[in-house]
């Protein structure tokens, strides 16, 4: 699954990764339907941009992880307030979360799912 506000981006991870085979993907273009969507789709990951209007990937988190069924998919935050020079000052992680800094190419984003989530 795929959260991001801009369409433009969450279409083009979608068509990348499906092109791979290797996976089936739901992008969501409002942060506000997550919950309801993770629980019908049951991803084995999610992409969840960090700076959305309404509601923030931080916040989509928090209810992600109050939620005992939700809260065991891994989570990789998908980010463009942190440059990827600044990705191993990091430790590639927010918090307990993994991330990965825009622009993302296709190699990256997969090697990212790859390396963090055992599908």
């Known amino acids: 699954m795929i959260v991001d506000d801009e369409p433009g981006f969450t279409k083009v991870v979608k068509l990348t990764l499906e092109a791979s085979k290797n996976y089936e993907v739901l992008e969501l273009n409002n942060p ?7 629980r019908r789709f049951s991803p ?6 960090v700076v959305m209007p309404n509601m923030d990937g931080g916040d989509v988190f928090t209810q992600l992880q109050g939620d ?11 980010t463009a307030t942190v440059r990827k020079g600044e990705v191993p000052d990091h430790g590639g992680k927010i918090g307990t979360s993994f991330f990965i800094a825009k622009p993302v190419s296709a190699q990256g984003l997969m090697r990212c ?5 055992a599908v």
Request: proline fraction near 7%; charge should be negative.
């Open 68 to 78: 005992p069924v939700l809260k065991a998919i891994p989570v990789i935050f998908v």
């Open 44 to 49: 084995d990951v999610i992409l969840l941009d």
């Open 32 to 38: 506000a339907t997550v919950l309801q969507n993770a």
């Open 113 to 117: 799912i790859e390396d963090h989530v």
